[in-house]
């Protein structure tokens, strides 16, 4: 078991419920401070999206992201030397997110290596069906890379159990068919999803797209393991915010799911 499902699941199993900020590499200058800020906010592990130009799952909050990202010039380069820079300061796990193109133009092999050089510990490629993996998560195994598969509301039982099976770190339960993006509310088919996928693995379960406040993250976690959380703070991030202040929407994430886990224990 490597690092990453390793923490979640001690994590989960001490009652905890799980946190997962996302922050686009390169997006400011200072974007590892925002790594660090969400790490002393109470993440139990951080996404980390290495910006592509063709995002298929981004809504347009990310995509913005990404666009400024590489409008700085930021390169994956960049990214894994900010990243390794750092790496003697990050306590929590790091979760690469990115799309195909990237992983398959520099090989498995490599691509996993260097994520692991640089301290990385997890990655999801959204856009690589699981028929199509060919040997990457092996490839990641081996190198110490949980890699980490996403189910979708509409996601047969049989595909369900498949990416059970096959999926290491965690399950990314995704709440809606669409893009990543903040909603007013979060959809039933998230809370849904994840305790059809909670019945099938022991896996953690978490979940993403539409997380946009310390409400829906609660609701989220009456039947997933944690949330994803990653438009909402990156829209801060595009107006302005400081590190400092983006960590203040994650450490409110944090308290409240640590209170509804308070409560229910109190019964």
């Not at 028929?131 to 595909?159: M, Q």
């Not at 849904?192 to 797209?209: C, W």
């Not at 308290?255 to 886990?261: E, Q, T």
């Amino acid at each position: 078991m490597n690092i990453l499902e390793k923490t979640l699941r001690t994590a989960r199993d001490g009652g905890r419920k799980l946190l997962v900020p996302y922050v686009t590499g390169g997006i400011t200058a200072d974007w590892t401070d925002q790594l660090l800020a969400f790490q002393e906010a109470g993440a139990d592990a951080i996404e980390v999206g290495l910006p592509f130009s063709d995002p298929m799952l981004d809504g347009p909050t990310i995509q913005r992201a990404s666009d400024q990202a590489l409008a700085r010039g930021t390169t994956l380069d960049e990214i894994l030397a900010g990243l390794a820079a750092i790496r003697d300061r990050v306590r929590v796990p790091l979760v690469a997110m990115t799309y195909a193109n990237l992983v398959v133009r520099q090989g498995y092999r490599e691509f996993c290596g260097r994520l692991a050089e640089a301290g990385v510990a997890g990655l999801i490629v959204p856009d690589l069906p699981l028929d199509e993996l060919d040997g990457l998560g092996e490839v990641a195994d081996a190198a110490g890379i949980d890699l980490v598969l996403l189910a979708a509301p509409s996601t047969t039982p049989e595909r369900m159990d498949e990416i059970c099976r096959h999926g290491r770190g965690f399950v990314y339960a995704v709440s809606v068919m669409g893009t990543t993006g903040e909603r007013s509310d979060l959809a039933a088919t998230g809370t849904e999803l994840a305790a059809a996928v909670t019945a099938r693995t022991d896996l953690p379960v978490l979940i993403g797209f539409g997380v946009s406040s310390p409400e829906h993250a609660v609701t989220a976690a009456t039947t997933a393991d944690g949330v994803v959380v990653a438009s909402a703070l990156m829209r801060r991030v595009l107006e302005g915010s400081s590190p400092a202040e983006v960590a203040q929407d994650v450490a409110a994430i944090r308290r409240a799911l640590d209170a509804a886990v308070t409560s229910a224990v109190a019964g």
